[in-house]
């Protein structure tokens, strides 16, 4: 069984704990009422995830551009290309998601400061016609994104339980 490389396997994992993490904590942090400490905590833990997974995921890409993935197992060719549409747009989302928020924070007014020590450049100010574009493009990303993550789980438990092949497996630590 070809399985993918060690590094490849610790980026994927890695990246969507700290994907389910950061969805988790958005959805947390919008319900709670006002302006308080915990709920700006919270956005900063949010932000501190977002920013470590669009760093990790610019890896991920540039590992997978240098490092070949094992070849596909045989599969329906339906299945295959299924397959190969949600790991591009999985790819996508791992990029945009970051980004409409980051955005979205700076148009709000608001600084990304990575760990509360290093504040990430301004690409764009204060803009309140454009906060609450990003905050609905932010939503819609990560909405798709926690659709896309799900189908993929589910589509590899498939692989694993009912076609009985080693799809999951391959990128089991």
């Known amino acids: ?22 969805f988790f904590l958005g959805v947390t942090m919008v319900d709670i009422p006002g302006f308080t400490p915990t709920k700006l905590k919270y956005f900063s833990w949010h ?10 995921a610019a890896i991920r890409l540039l590992w997978r551009l240098r490092n070949k993935p094992p070849a596909a197992l045989p599969m329906p060719r ?4 299924a397959a190969e549409g949600m790991h591009h747009l999985l790819y996508l989302l791992m990029f945009a998601v970051p980004v409409s928020g980051y955005l979205y924070s700076y148009a709000a007014g608001v600084p990304v ?3 509360g020590l290093f ?10 016609a454009l906060k609450p ?15 896309a993550v799900l189908a993929h789980a589910l589509a590899a438990i498939k692989h694993h339980f009912i076609d009985r092949d080693a ?5 089991l630590p």
């Open 1 to 22: 069984m070809q399985r993918y490389t060690k590094i490849a396997i610790a980026l994927h994992w890695l990246i969507a704990l700290l994907i389910i993490a950061a």
């Open 167 to 171: 799809t999951l497996k391959r990128m």
């Open 133 to 147: 574009v990003l905050k609905t493009v932010h939503y819609v990303l990560t909405m798709t994104m926690a659709g």
């Open 47 to 56: 932000k501190w995830l977002g920013v470590t997974v669009l760093g990790l």
């Open 78 to 81: 339906w299945q295959h290309l």
């Open 113 to 115: 400061v990575y760990l």
């Open 119 to 128: 504040q990430m450049p301004a690409v764009i100010g204060p803009d309140p």
